[in-house]
């Protein structure tokens, strides 16, 4: 049946959700208090977060070359990154914000451009040259990237019948309602898909390995709406209880680095293939940094988070200059991630609608780069307009260079965004409920879509990773959530 209606979108909502990662708070204890870490699990494995000195691994610091820069990547493992330019991988009596960053841009700075990328490489680490965007255009992979769209979304084979949106009896219900998804990702880019088809009514399992680190924090955020499971997909046991959350299965989101899941067995063609034996068709949506594993671009295989994206692509270049700096700096808040993430969603919404429809197995990608190449294509804002910006907005923030970090970047960021606009943060555009595996109240930005006829929004508030059992049965749900 077909409903028309108005939709409306508020902006105040898109500002806030776009900051979430640092608004999002348990008992109003956000990602920058220290005392956050105590309410949530630890599952920074490898103590990748465990420390200033090592946080600062994942940087964006000047190379031996004056005016060449470099974004080395400790991601979830500070101490392959460290040790790979000569520093030992803890530092218990380094806890000086500046001290560290002198530290480790002092190691940095023995090496060129070309020694770190190969160094990276070698040890497998997410890296990456800072690039101004022209000069990204003219690399083979930026030449590759720019050619593809947004993102894209084809058909993997289309020998099963269409399977129909499911029908509410009982008047306005949320559009992907009966639908199953299964969310094979960490941090925020990939999960904020996951998040998102929640939002709109579909049942979304987050599975996770109990042997993989991820960002403590994040999940506050990004696991709002879903069900959460362990299970390692190198163990038997493990794989069997996969394969039959599988069997029912209507969307797969894969966050990791391309090949990743198709190396445990379950690459999209299989998966398609296992579909039509079954009769119904899966939507395949993947989502990574460099973006291009279809056209075998260059970096396409290469690990890579929201800074790296930002920094190979030209986004930090362009901070920096905003900030009237002739040098890189990473953009506050994981506004790519959470860019990337809309765009994931959109193209898994294009799969489950052709899916309908049309019938078949879907494929849909982006990947952070894509999106990054996107929002540039937009342009800058006029100089009168970037001018007014840098007037209104505390001198502080400014002071910042290219070396500081991107909660440094962020905090300052915030604080200034707090000051001229207090209505982003109001109660109409903030949601709060008591998370019992979090023990406490969370508070997160509203969703920012609202469509006549149908409802937007999460029925259980968030969980940490591993938190539930790996089944589709007996799922809790609190549809009071949906007007709050």
Same mark, same amino acid.
């Given at each position: 049946?077909?409903?028309?209606?108005e939709?409306?979108?508020?902006?105040?909502?898109?500002?806030?959700?776009?900051?979430?990662a640092?608004?999002?708070?348990?008992?109003?204890?956000?990602? $920058?208090?220290?005392?956050?870490?105590?309410?949530?699990?630890?599952?920074?494995?490898n103590?990748a977060?465990?420390?200033?000195?090592?946080?600062?691994?994942?940087?964006l610091?000047?190379?031996?070359?004056?005016g060449e820069?470099?974004?080395?990547?400790?991601?979830?493992?500070a101490?392959?990154?460290?040790?790979?330019?000569?520093?030992?991988?803890?530092?218990?009596?380094?806890?000086?914000?500046?001290? $560290?960053?002198?530290?480790?841009?002092e190691?940095?700075?023995?090496?060129?451009?070309?020694?770190?990328?190969?160094?990276?490489?070698?040890?497998?680490?997410?890296?990456?040259?800072?690039?101004t965007?022209?000069?990204?255009?003219?690399?083979a992979?930026?030449?590759?990237?720019?050619?593809?769209?947004? &993102?894209t979304?084809?058909?993997?084979?289309?020998?099963?019948?269409?399977?129909? *949106?499911? @029908?509410?009896?009982?008047?306005?219900?949320?559009?992907?309602?009966g639908?199953?998804?299964?969310?094979? $990702?960490?941090?925020?880019?990939?999960?904020?898909?996951?998040?998102s088809?929640?939002?709109?009514?579909?049942?979304?399992?987050?599975?996770t390995?109990?042997?993989?680190?991820?960002?403590?924090?994040?999940? %506050?955020?990004?696991?709002?709406?879903?069900?959460?499971?362990?299970?390692?997909?190198?163990?038997?046991?493990?794989?069997?209880?996969?394969?039959?959350?599988?069997?029912?299965?209507?969307?797969?989101?894969?966050?990791?680095?391309?090949?990743?899941?198709?190396?445990?067995?379950?690459?999209?063609?299989?998966?398609?293939?296992?579909?039509?034996?079954?009769?119904?068709?899966?939507?395949?949506?993947?989502?990574?940094?460099?973006?291009?594993?279809?056209?075998d671009?260059?970096?396409a295989?290469?690990?890579?988070?929201?800074?790296?994206?930002? $920094?190979?692509?030209?986004?930090?270049w362009?901070?920096?200059?905003?900030?009237?700096?002739?040098?890189?700096?990473?953009?506050? *808040?994981?506004?790519?991630?959470y860019?990337?993430?809309?765009?994931?969603?959109?193209?898994?919404?294009?799969?489950?609608?052709?899916r309908?429809?049309q019938?078949?197995?879907?494929?849909?990608?982006?990947?952070?780069?894509?999106?990054?190449?996107?929002?540039?294509?937009?342009?800058?804002?006029?100089?009168?307009?970037?001018?007014?910006?840098?007037? @209104?907005?505390?001198?502080?923030?400014?002071?910042?260079?290219?070396n500081?970090?991107?909660?440094?970047?962020?905090?300052?960021? %915030?604080?200034s965004?707090?000051?001229?606009?207090?209505? %982003? *943060?109001?109660?109409?555009v903030?949601?709060?409920?008591?998370? @019992?595996a &979090?023990?406490g109240?969370?508070?997160?930005?509203?969703e920012?879509?609202q469509?006549?006829?149908?409802k937007?929004?999460h029925?259980?508030?968030?969980?940490?990773?591993?938190?539930?059992?790996?089944?589709?049965?007996?799922?809790?749900?609190? @549809?009071?959530?949906?007007?709050?």
């Amino acid at each position: 049946m077909r409903r028309e209606g108005e939709i409306r979108v508020s902006l105040e909502r898109v500002t806030s959700f776009l900051m979430s990662a640092y608004i999002t708070n348990v008992d109003g204890l956000d990602k $920058c208090n220290p005392k956050t870490k105590e309410r949530i699990p630890d599952t920074d494995l490898n103590q990748a977060q465990s420390n200033l000195y090592r946080r600062l691994s994942a940087g964006l610091y000047e190379t031996r070359n004056r005016g060449e820069y470099y974004h080395i990547h400790g991601s979830l493992e500070a101490t392959k990154t460290l040790e790979m330019i000569g520093l030992p991988p803890f530092r218990p009596g380094l806890t000086d914000y500046h001290d $560290c960053i002198g530290t480790i841009e002092e190691a940095v700075k023995r090496f060129s451009g070309t020694e770190l990328e190969k160094m990276n490489r070698e040890n497998r680490q997410a890296g990456v040259s800072v690039l101004t965007n022209e000069k990204y255009q003219k690399t083979a992979h930026g030449q590759v990237m720019t050619s593809l769209p947004l &993102f894209t979304v084809k058909p993997l084979s289309m020998d099963t019948p269409p399977v129909p *949106f499911a @029908e509410s009896a009982n008047g306005p219900a949320q559009c992907l309602q009966g639908l199953r998804v299964i969310e094979l $990702c960490r941090v925020i880019a990939g999960p904020t898909i996951g998040r998102s088809l929640a939002a709109h009514g579909a049942s979304v399992l987050k599975i996770t390995s109990p042997h993989l680190p991820d960002v403590p924090f994040f999940q %506050l955020d990004v696991n709002t709406g879903k069900h959460t499971a362990s299970l390692h997909l190198k163990n038997a046991d493990d794989v069997q209880v996969f394969e039959s959350l599988l069997a029912t299965a209507d969307v797969i989101i894969d966050g990791y680095r391309p090949g990743v899941i198709a190396g445990l067995g379950y690459r999209p063609e299989d998966l398609a293939a296992r579909a039509a034996q079954r009769g119904k068709g899966i939507v395949y949506v993947a989502e990574d940094c460099f973006g291009g594993i279809e056209k075998d671009a260059e970096w396409a295989g290469r690990p890579g988070w929201q800074q790296i994206a930002d $920094c190979v692509t030209g986004v930090a270049w362009e901070q920096g200059r905003f900030m009237g700096l002739n040098e890189p700096v990473v953009p506050p *808040f994981p506004m790519s991630d959470y860019g990337t993430g809309c765009v994931g969603t959109i193209a898994a919404l294009s799969g489950i609608y052709r899916r309908a429809t049309q019938g078949g197995s879907w494929i849909c990608r982006t990947s952070l780069s894509q999106y990054n190449i996107f929002l540039q294509s937009l342009g800058a804002y006029p100089a009168d307009v970037q001018d007014r910006l840098r007037r @209104e907005h505390d001198p502080y923030f400014f002071k910042l260079r290219h070396n500081d970090s991107v909660d440094e970047v962020s905090q300052r960021a %915030l604080a200034s965004v707090k000051c001229l606009h207090p209505t %982003l *943060f109001a109660s109409r555009v903030m949601q709060s409920a008591y998370s @019992e595996a &979090f023990d406490g109240v969370v508070t997160w930005p509203k969703e920012p879509l609202q469509v006549d006829g149908i409802k937007i929004g999460h029925v259980r508030p968030t969980r940490p990773n591993g938190y539930d059992k790996p089944t589709w049965e007996d799922w809790e749900s609190d @549809e009071t959530l949906l007007d709050a």
